[in-house]
């Protein structure tokens, strides 16, 4: 499936959240999205906003530094 990439560093919330609402509007069902942040909160509001819009966390990793989610569109 295609896989695309956003980086979202160094944004504060609500930032990645709304930018990743944006870039799975125009993903085709099937395709996967990996979300890259640096904000605490987005541990919380990704996983939120995945709830509600139905589509699937396939990988959710955490350290230090960043949080990487691996999202499929459905």
């Not at 930018?19 to 990996?34: D, N, Q, S, V």
């Amino acid at each position: 499936m295609p896989s695309h990439k956003l980086d979202l560093s160094g944004l504060k919330c609500p930032l990645p959240v709304l930018r990743t609402r944006k870039a799975l509007k125009g993903l085709a069902p099937g395709a996967r999205l990996e979300v890259i942040c640096t904000d605490p909160l987005a541990a919380i509001d990704v996983p939120h906003l995945i709830g509600e819009t139905g589509d699937h966390i396939e990988i959710l990793k955490q350290d230090a530094e960043s949080i990487h989610f691996l999202i499929e569109k459905r």
